[in-house]
């Protein structure tokens, strides 16, 4: 046993080591000899006859009881009854702790169900407020489902008034396109009848144009042969540089300045028999491409011209100014005649010289942007354009 834990030797050894002690003397002696000298102070009162007041009472009861001192069994007993005082009430005190520990879970216990009672309550509150606007929708709801249950009655009534309606129109219109059915037989009828009719009128008077035309012919190329007139003549503006500077008005041509945003009249122009168009070349090309050299500006230009030419069929002149411009080296292609302005003459006075030159009621163009040469060509009885607008339908 000596080598038990101590706890262990407590636990297990506790009834055989005090049975031992009880009926061994010996054995006694030697454990009071080891008590002595664990409490030497304790085993020196009792020997003296003195209890320590401050003594633990269990240590003093066995101390008493091994040591064995004249009075052993009363501190004994009076050890006992102490033991017994501390330990009721310690289970005194602790019953007290209990209570105090049960009274508090007990306080807290209600003031937990005071506050489930009252959020009970709030939320008996809100169910009955939710309850009471529920009631009041479902009111709504069934006032709502009354009335449109009688507008459906109603509008039921009406597609059914409506069907019938439509039963009387189908039947109404099934028999007017029966009525036009026919009549629209009988005017194709009449139409045939009357294409038949127009076709013969139209032979007769076809033939009778055709002998007309045959007829002015024949006087046109008898009245060349008689006047001796050549197969191919000059035109005006060919022959500018021999007409002297005058400002003779050509009346009937001229109009207002077509806009860069109505190409369609400009192409309606081009479009005419025997147009002249006549363009102010550097005012064109500074228009539309400033940056780069007049020789490359005029060679664009007329490129451009060459393909308006091909495409319309119309008579196209540009004038450059040749003030600055020695013998200038100009190919034209065909379809485009290329003018310079004399020495002491500007390419406004020979525009101007060209359309003067132009026979009453020919329709001439001409294309600039310049504000004089267009009041002059206007007065001369040409149509003026400007240089954007001939630019835009160059690009296109």
């Known amino acids: 046993m000596a080598r038990f834990e101590p706890r262990r030797r407590a636990k297990l050894a506790m009834t055989l080591l005090a049975t031992q002690i009880e009926n061994d003397a010996e054995f006694r002696d030697r454990v009071a000899d080891a008590a002595r000298a664990t409490w030497p ?47 009721a009430a310690a289970e005194q005190s602790q019953q007290t702790r209990a209570v105090e520990t049960l009274r508090g879970k007990l306080s807290e216990a209600r003031d937990q169900a005071q506050r489930e009672v009252s959020r009970l309550r709030a939320e008996l509150r809100t169910s009955r407020t939710e309850v009471a606007d529920l009631r009041r929708k479902l009111h709504d709801a069934r006032n709502r489902a009354k009335e449109a249950e009688r507008r459906a009655t109603e509008e039921a009534d009406a ?29 194709r009828e009449r139409a045939e009848t009357a294409k038949r009719t127009t076709r013969e009128g139209r032979n007769a008077a076809d033939a009778r144009v055709r002998v007309l035309l045959d007829a002015l012919n024949d006087l046109a190329q008898g009245l060349r042969r008689e006047l001796a ?68 500006q005029r060679r664009r230009l007329i490129a451009g011209l060459a393909g308006l030419t091909s495409r319309t069929g119309a008579e196209v002149t540009v ?30 006075e020979l525009i101007v010289r060209l359309v003067s030159a132009e026979p009453p009621g020919r329709p ?33």
Request: proline share 8%; charged share 25%.
């Open 41 to 87: 102070e304790l085993a020196e009162a009792l020997d003296s006859g003195t209890v320590p007041a401050a003594a633990d009472p269990a240590t003093l009861a066995a101390a008493a009881y091994l040591l064995r001192p004249p009075n052993w069994p009363e501190i004994v007993e009076a050890a006992g009854a102490e033991l017994d005082r501390s330990a």
């Open 159 to 187: 597609a059914a008034a409506e069907r019938a309606a439509a039963k009387d129109s189908v039947a109404a219109a099934e028999k007017e396109l029966r009525r036009m059915r026919v009549e629209l037989a009988e005017a």
């Open 229 to 296: 007139l050549p197969t191919s003549i000059d035109r005006p503006a060919d022959t500018v540089s021999a007409v002297a500077p005058e400002s003779r008005g050509i009346g009937g041509r001229a109009g207002r300045t077509l806009s860069e945003q109505d190409p369609a009249q400009f192409d309606q122009l081009l479009a005419l028999p025997m147009v002249h168009l006549v363009v102010d070349g550097y005012n064109v090309t500074k228009t539309g491409y400033p940056e780069v050299p007049l020789a490359d």
């Open 319 to 348: 004038v450059f100014d040749g003030a600055d411009v020695d013998a200038p080296a100009v190919h034209a292609p065909r379809g485009v005649r290329v003018r310079f302005s004399a020495p002491g003459e500007t390419a406004d």
């Open 364 to 396: 001439v163009v001409v294309v600039t942007s310049d504000q004089e040469i267009v009041d002059a060509v206007r007065r001369a009885g040409a149509r003026p354009a400007s240089s954007r607008l001939l630019l835009s339908r160059l690009r296109a």
